[in-house]
């Protein structure tokens, strides 16, 4: 699932003049737990992996992210800081949104800013079912 789903090729060319791409290799940081949040990112190739640091200190993988998925998406919507770090696993290629230029994309193309609001309420609400799914079993089992 893309938050870009539902836009067609007209809005998507309209939104590149929003993004800034980014190449990342191999083990790059994008970016760390802790720091501020200010975009979100799509993957457009390659691999990226979401850490993070348990209370021991530890890095725990949570998942690794592919095309057309976004990372950083809470970042647009409010101003906390990074919850988890993100690396490159591959060499990898981001579009990245600006909280700035998503608020400009809102208010100069409120119909195309809506719909990648919808998409990244479906995938924040798809990753809140799955997280209650995971507790849940993990409760089950102690």
Same mark, same amino acid.
């Given at each position: 699932? +893309?938050?870009?789903?539902?836009?067609?090729?007209?809005?998507?060319?309209?939104?590149?003049?929003?993004?800034?791409?980014?190449? @990342?290799?191999?083990?790059?940081?994008?970016? !760390?737990?802790?720091?501020?949040?200010?975009?979100?990112?799509?993957?457009?190739?390659?691999?990226? =992996?979401?850490?993070?640091? +348990?209370?021991?200190? %530890?890095?725990?993988?949570? +998942?690794?992210?592919?095309?057309?998925?976004?990372?950083?998406?809470? @970042?647009?919507?409010?101003?906390?800081?990074? +919850?988890?770090?993100?690396? @490159?696993?591959? !060499?990898?290629?981001?579009?990245?949104?600006?909280?700035?230029?998503?608020?400009?994309?809102?208010? %100069? &193309?409120?119909?195309?800013?809506?719909?990648?609001?919808?998409?990244?309420?479906?995938?924040?609400?798809?990753?809140?079912?799955?997280?209650?799914? !995971?507790? @849940? =079993?993990?409760? &089950?089992?102690?």
């Amino acid at each position: 699932m +893309s938050i870009l789903d539902k836009l067609d090729f007209k809005e998507l060319n309209l939104i590149a003049r929003y993004v800034e791409v980014i190449q @990342a290799v191999p083990g790059e940081i994008i970016f !760390k737990e802790g720091d501020k949040g200010d975009s979100l990112c799509l993957v457009a190739e390659g691999l990226v =992996d979401v850490f993070k640091t +348990s209370e021991a200190g %530890e890095e725990i993988l949570l +998942s690794t992210v592919s095309r057309g998925r976004p990372i950083g998406e809470m @970042a647009v919507i409010d101003n906390s800081v990074r +919850s988890a770090t993100v690396k @490159a696993q591959t !060499k990898a290629t981001l579009l990245t949104l600006s909280r700035e230029n998503f608020d400009s994309l809102l208010e %100069e &193309h409120c119909q195309v800013g809506s719909k990648i609001l919808k998409g990244i309420s479906r995938f924040l609400s798809l990753n809140m079912r799955q997280t209650s799914s !995971k507790l @849940a =079993d993990q409760l &089950h089992t102690n």
